[in-house]
């Protein structure tokens, strides 16, 4: 993490070099920036999405909202034809994720920051630079999601952890937060998946058995998750059921419960949805554990070849030319050692 040089900073401080930002330079005397506020007190719809009852009918609402609350459907075609864009959205949700996990935040604020990001960047294209523009909103959707949520909030410039790139001032960050409040319609109270899967894990074990373990995981499994840009195509209720039912498949009570009975746990679901949203997650899941299984591999050959120049330097020279040999059959199952392999 390093502050840029004087005279980029003053570019990127001023958040002047594009017309695409140019709501970013509000006027100083509107008040609105003279004092700090809190988005919570502006959302009209907070209390709304916070339901006093896990009931049929507030679920059933949820699903009729959470349309307002997504990118729209042509969104994933954006990052299939560019994938420097995917990219470029992965890192970024990456370090939103690190941020969550050093302060601790509540896993709604990371995928609150994540839904901000995603639904600015469909309304509006930010500028072709170096990376700082989309690392800025990065830093403004984290700092709205966590003031919605948290009981504690960093400052600004403390929210900057974690490999941030640029350091901006709170001024800049201010600025930028009030232009995604006006992209986004000022609706910070999003609906999620974790508006959900109470609900759907109380209609799967009715007698509170696993119930907490069916929520904990599922939101595991929802946020190991949401760095993946494929999951826009699919709305919170669906991701909500297909975590639950990947969560369920974890329990032997529960390792037969199918897309189809997920389906019967509120109107509106999908089963085609809630199929492909599952597919998904188990395709991630299996990637990522062949992803851990590469990294242990070069600790595995360090240690095989710690354990071999050990016995070489013990033995005499006959078994010198046996640990040779051992060499060229580790290298055959692809046990190299770095020092002969390549003269071999």
Known sequence: MSRPGVAVSAAIMSVSCSDCFSDLLCCEDSGILSEEYSPAECSSDLEHYLPDDCSEESIASLIEDERNFVPGVDYLARFRSHPLDASARALSVAWILKVHFYYGFQPLTAYLSVNYLDRF????????????????????????????????????????????????????????????????????????????????????????????????????????????????????????????????????????????????????????????????????????????????????????????????????????????FKRRKLNNCLWVDDDKGNSE
């Open 121 to 324: 960047l469909y309304s509006r294209r930010l500028p072709q630079s170096d990376g700082w523009p989309l690392q800025l909103l990065s830093v403004a959707c984290l700092s709205l999601a966590a003031k919605m949520e948290e009981p504690l909030v960093p400052s600004l410039l403390d929210l900057q952890v974690e490999g941030a790139k640029y350091i901006f001032e709170p001024r800049t960050i201010r600025r930028m937060e009030l232009l995604v409040l006006s992209v986004l319609d000022w609706r910070l109270r999003s609906v999620t998946p974790f508006s959900f899967i109470s609900f759907f894990a109380c209609k799967l074990d009715s007698s509170g058995t696993f119930t907490g373990f069916l929520i904990s995981r599922a939101t595991e499994i929802i946020l190991s998750n949401i760095q993946e840009a494929s999951f826009v195509e699919y709305w919170p209720s669906c991701i909500a059921a297909a975590a639950i039912l990947s969560a369920a498949n974890e329990i032997p009570n529960f390792s037969m419960v199918n897309a189809e009975q997920a389906e019967s746990w509120c109107g509106g679901l999908s089963k085609e949805k809630i199929i492909g949203c599952y597919g998904l997650m188990k395709d991630i899941l299996v990637e990522s554990c062949r992803k851990k299984a590469s990294k242990i591999l070069p600790q595995l050959r360090v240690t095989i070849r710690g354990r071999m120049r050990s016995g070489t330097s013990d033995s005499s020279s006959s078994s010198t030319s046996s640990s040779s």
